[in-house]
């Protein structure tokens, strides 16, 4: 058994259901944590909250997160003209759908239309300005900031942006760029009311021991009107209807509570917020399957491993497919988004 404090067996934290096991004997496909953990299913099917058994003591969760991944600044390559061609359609997408300062050339207005062919990579576009249209001056927080690199872009677009992290790593991000921000839990850092037009949080709600008390802390920061955008896995996904245990987004044991469209609903209203809208989306689709298909196979995943050319062309064109499913109605995708306002 592993050094990690657990806690007692507890009910669904959404509805106080009983929940049955959906996977047994999981262990840290990712990292090596040892341990070994169940995913119990809220058996309340207006809920479907699955959640980590037996869960860990809130003081023991740092230990979860050693050499966690997205502490690691990403490798950025040359582009190719190619690439470079892509780019430039990407620009001309999103200065069209979010208003975004981007200058659109000839090749990017010729691109668009092709870029808005495809589902996969419009999801992945829209993920990258965490679906929010161009606001100068706009006063963003983001919520499990990481390496910082989502911050930069939004900051390269206009907005004022200001991070959290628990990592000590992420006080580097503020000598290297000048973008304030604060170590520690969302909940410990007393930050004034009314502060911001925006919090994000991009997979970072289901880390968190209690999400709803995180989420009243946003309510709290957010402005009148204000808006929080949250993303997070959904276990009604393709993936992980194909998959089952095998799927990425499981992730135990860091992964304390995975989401159904209607416990993240019910539970962004329980904080306080008086609209909570729900969608799911295919971001990363290819990436994802390649993951949980290697769990499947190995039993581990090395994050950051890619698949090989051949598999990455078969699986573009699967997520493709799966896209223009979703877009009929035909299931969901592997990843919510909470939109909700105060």
Excluded at 91 to 112: F, S
Excluded at 320 to 332: D, R, S
Aim: charged share 20%; net charge neutral.
């Amino acid at each position: 058994m592993c050094n990690i404090y657990m806690t007692t067996k507890q009910p669904c934290y959404n509805c106080g259901s009983e929940g049955k096991t959906l996977y047994n004997t999981m262990h840290d496909r990712l990292f090596g944590v040892e341990g070994s953990w169940d995913l119990l299913e809220c058996t309340n099917q207006a809920c479907g909250l699955v959640w980590l058994d037996p869960m860990p003591r809130p003081d023991e969760l740092p230990k979860l997160y050693e050499n966690y991944y997205t502490h690691t600044p990403p490798k950025l390559a040359q582009a190719s003209l190619v690439k470079q061609y892509f780019t430039e359609g990407c620009h001309a997408y999103l200065q069209e759908k979010y208003q975004t300062p981007h200058a659109v050339n000839r090749m990017g207005r010729l691109l668009k239309p092709l870029i808005k062919l495809n589902p996969a990579w419009k999801a992945n576009l829209d993920f990258s300005l965490f679906y929010l249209p161009t606001r100068p001056g706009g006063k963003l927080l983001e919520v499990g900031c990481g390496s910082g690199q989502m911050l930069k872009n939004m900051r390269d677009l206009g907005w004022n942006v200001t991070g959290i992290d628990f990592d000590p790593q992420c006080q580097s991000l503020t000598e290297e760029t000048g973008i304030p921000v604060y170590q520690g839990d969302l909940l410990e850092q007393n930050l004034p009311a009314n502060s911001f037009d925006v919090i994000v949080m991009s997979h970072v709600i289901e880390h968190l021991p209690n999400p709803i008390a995180s989420l009243q802390e946003c309510l709290r920061l957010l402005r009148p009107e204000g808006r929080l955008i949250a993303i997070t896995p959904n276990t009604k996904g393709y993936i992980h209807r194909y998959m089952k245990q095998a799927s990425l987004h499981l992730d135990p044991p860091r992964h304390l509570h995975l989401f159904t469209a209607n416990a993240l609903q019910q539970i962004a209203h329980k904080a306080g917020f008086k609209q909570a809208h729900c969608f799911s989306t295919i971001r990363d689709f290819t990436g994802l399957w390649w993951a949980s298909s290697q769990i499947a196979k190995h039993g581990n995943y090395q994050m950051g491993r890619s698949a090989p050319l051949m598999n990455k062309l078969f699986l573009s064109f699967l997520a493709v497919m799966f896209g223009y499913a979703h877009q009929f109605g035909w299931g969901e995708g592997d990843e919510l988004v909470l939109d909700a306002r105060k």
